[in-house]
């Protein structure tokens, strides 16, 4: 193995690309303790957080007392690799060659909660059960309104899907579908 020792590397003249290993290289080793500045663009380096998509709701949405229920986030704000759904299911399914650790949230608002002293849900469903559950309990008069929001890293693989739940022991009721009060969005966490 021979040595190389010098300051700076730079192309020739008239040529914009510099190539560092060549026909016979796979990898390059840079050193613990070793500090990469860049000063220009930078590509390859790192990860992405994509798939990532975000979901609202386009109106209220009427549910029963007790009677667990998806949510209908029926309306796109931005789905990087197309899988959401919005149209039948309002679901996120993970795309081929797309498997890792996910951050998902979501968020709802109940509107005018008909009961003294009700809980509230927002739920996480993996593959049609529950994975997890924000909860919010109101006590008082009727006619309050309840904003509940779960998130929760999963770990998903290829065809895995997400929805959102919510359930309440409030009476028959709404949910309040402004794209500020409920919310279903999630990406992949660079590993």
Do not use: W
């Not at 007790?66 to 309306?75: E, G, L, Q, R, S």
């Not at 998130?151 to 693989?157: A, D, G, K, M």
């Amino acid at each position: 193995m021979s040595k190389l020792e010098t300051n700076t590397i730079d192309t020739i003249s008239g040529s914009t690309n510099l190539t560092l290993g060549g026909t016979n290289a796979t990898d390059i080793t840079i050193p613990s303790g070793v500090t990469i500045t860049n000063n220009g663009t930078q590509s390859g380096f790192g990860g992405t957080n994509t798939p990532a998509f975000k979901a609202n709701m386009s109106g209220a949405q009427s549910f029963s007392q007790n009677a667990t229920f998806k949510v209908d986030f029926d309306t796109e704000v931005f789905d990087t690799d197309s899988a959401y759904d919005p149209s039948t299911n309002q679901r996120f399914t993970v795309p081929s060659g797309k498997a890792g650790k996910y951050y998902i949230h979501g968020k709802i608002f109940y509107n005018d909660i008909n009961s003294t002293d009700a809980y509230e849900y927002c739920s996480i469903f993996k593959n049609g059960s529950e994975f997890a559950r924000g909860q919010r309990r109101t006590v008082g008069t009727t006619g309050r309104d309840a904003t509940v929001s779960v998130s929760e890293i999963l770990n998903l693989s290829v065809g895995d899907y997400i929805e959102i739940y919510g359930k309440t022991n409030a009476g028959n009721g709404s949910l309040n579908g402004d794209a500020p009060l409920a919310v279903f969005e999630g990406y992949k966490l660079v590993e």
